[in-house]
Antibody, heavy 126, light 108 residues
């Protein structure tokens, strides 16, 4: 069974930093792309960042690029999100999730988020 | 960046109804379109991948269609456990993903 358990959320002042962690189990962590998705209170889902299985490719939503860093430690089966320069608009539940590629016809493979953690709340407020 | 527009933002329906939610992309995403269900206080759950393929374990009353820029999620015969919020998600390329704003399905 795939398990993803986020930790590291909490209350932080504007301009502060937090590091989210997400140990993974139940699958071969190193071969999967992983992603962070966030959800502000009462709002919809927002994709934050992706990282390739070997860590060689990383992508970010424009609003966090340069402030957040996604990383992974495949030896410890763990995903991380270092968040610096936090702003009130970063307040959200942050989900760690696994990406898998699904055969979807015409020889294509569609990436989809197939396993999610329970989320950790980050609150940015003075 | 590719923008995803879902409609409606909310709807009221009864058990047994057929419900249709649409999602439009600002440019083609081919068939790299997924649908998720989210219940209050829970993580989202993958329902449909590749625009029209049903994720394992998802009831067959859920179906997806479309390609390019226009997509549809249909629930044929709404059940009590289907009252939730639904999101489309484009995964065209690894560099920038976006979700639709969500459609809340409420009990009439």
């Amino acid at each position: 069974e795939v398990q993803l358990v986020e930790s590291g959320g909490g209350l932080v002042q504007p301009g502060g930093s937090l590091r989210l962690s997400c140990p993974a189990s139940g699958f071969t962590f190193s071969i999967y792309w992983m992603t962070w998705v966030r959800q502000a209170p009462g709002k919809g889902l927002e994709w934050v960042a992706n990282i390739k299985g070997d860590g060689s490719e990383k992508y970010y939503v424009d609003s966090v690029r340069g402030r957040f860093t996604i990383s992974r430690d495949n030896a410890k089966n763990s995903l991380f999100l270092q968040m610096n320069g936090l702003r009130a608009e970063d307040t959200a539940v942050y989900y760690c999730a696994r990406v898998d590629y699904y055969a979807s016809g015409w020889g294509t493979y569609c990436p989809a988020i197939d396993s999610w953690g329970q989320g950790t709340l980050v609150t940015v407020s003075s | 960046d590719i923008q995803m527009t879902q409609s409606p933002s909310s709807l009221s329906a009864s058990v047994g109804d057929r419900v249709t939610i649409t999602c439009r992309a600002s440019q083609t995403v081919n068939n790299y379109l997924n649908w998720y269900q989210q219940k209050p206080g829970k993580a989202p759950k993958l329902l449909i991948f590749g625009a029209s393929s049903l994720q394992s374990g998802v009831p067959s009353r859920f179906s997806g269609s479309g390609s390019g820029t226009d997509f549809t999620l249909t629930i044929s015969g709404l059940q009590l456990e289907d009252f939730a919020t639904y999101y489309c998600h484009q995964s065209y390329g690894a560099t920038t993903w976006t979700f639709g704003q969500g459609t809340k399905v409420e009990i009439k």
